[in-house]
């Protein structure tokens, strides 16, 4: 095992295919799911302590967070697929043995940067994980 | 290739071309020149990269001088300069190699960072030649992506 660097991390999407920015950052995959407290009145202490941990359930879901990414804007290349339907991104790392997190995902939120004079036109978009996703070292 | 650039647009400028000729440098000015000269220093610059690579854009801080005779005519000098580039671009500029072969360069923008403000006396005690005024420009242009060969 070997601790990396994110430079050469890549995204890639399987239906549009030609939609490839020089990204400068991408978000990994994460997210989150609720507990359920099942404390009720009946709950009570044990000995002589004055409280009780709430007893919880794990909810049935977890939800994924969108993949946010940030690239060049680079006019001619166009903007993320904002239209199109789910598709299958995978998120290559650049380890030696190349490790995939694929999902089934779609853009859910574009913002192309302001135009100023001193820096380089930027964008910024998420892609929201839509399915279970599958992670191969 | 930065200094290819600005070369060109300050060469191209008829009224500079009239104060200092081809009297324009990059780094230093060479032993025995004399009369008035512009002087172009790289000072940083960054290649804009990305996860992959970097990209086909560059960044460089530039400072550009104007040496003269006398302060009043090193800063005038100066002035010429930053009505030829400052503020200039989107465009394509063709510069020549050293091969002699010609070259497309897109030029995004430059901008003024640093108005000339400084005015180096003379250290040797002679008045001629040696007074300077200064000032910083930002250049965004295209460059060759590395190809790792």
């Known amino acids: ?137 | 290739m930065i200094y290819r650039l600005l070369y060109k647009l300050l060469y191209d400028a008829a009224d500079i071309r009239n104060r200092v000729a081809t009297n324009i440098y990059a780094s230093n000015v060479p032993a025995g020149v004399k009369g008035e000269c512009i002087v172009m220093r790289r000072v940083s610059g960054s290649p804009n990269s990305y996860l992959e690579s970097e990209s086909d854009l560059a960044t460089r801080m530039v400072q550009i001088d104007f040496y003269s005779k006398s302060a009043t005519d090193a800063e005038s000098g100066w002035e010429l300069i930053r009505n030829a580039i400052s503020g200039r671009g989107p465009e394509n500029v063709q510069v020549l190699n050293s091969s002699g072969t010609e070259s497309t360069i897109r030029l995004g923008a430059i901008n003024l960072i640093r108005p000339g403000d400084e005015i180096d006396e003379p250290h040797d005690g002679s008045d001629q030649w040696s007074y300077r005024f200064s000032g910083d420009f930002e250049v965004f242009h295209s460059q060759n992506v590395p190809t790792h060969a």
């Open chain 1, 1 to 137: 095992m070997a601790v990396i660097s994110g430079h050469g991390t890549a995204l890639t999407h399987g239906t549009i295919t030609t939609f490839t920015p020089k990204k400068l950052s991408i978000g990994g995959i994460g997210g989150s799911r609720d507990t359920i407290e099942t404390g009720h009145l009946g709950t009570a202490p044990a000995g002589d302590d004055a409280s009780v941990w709430m007893p919880k359930i794990l909810g049935d879901f977890f939800v994924g967070r969108p993949v946010a990414v940030e690239a060049f804007f680079e006019p001619e290349n166009g903007i993320p697929p904002v239209l199109e339907d789910l598709e299958t991104c995978t998120l290559t790392y650049p380890d030696s043995g190349a490790a995939t997190y694929a999902f089934s995902g779609g853009v859910i939120d574009l913002d192309v940067g302001e135009a100023v004079s001193g820096a380089a036109m930027r964008m910024n978009y998420g892609i929201d994980i839509c399915g279970t996703p599958t992670f191969t070292a």
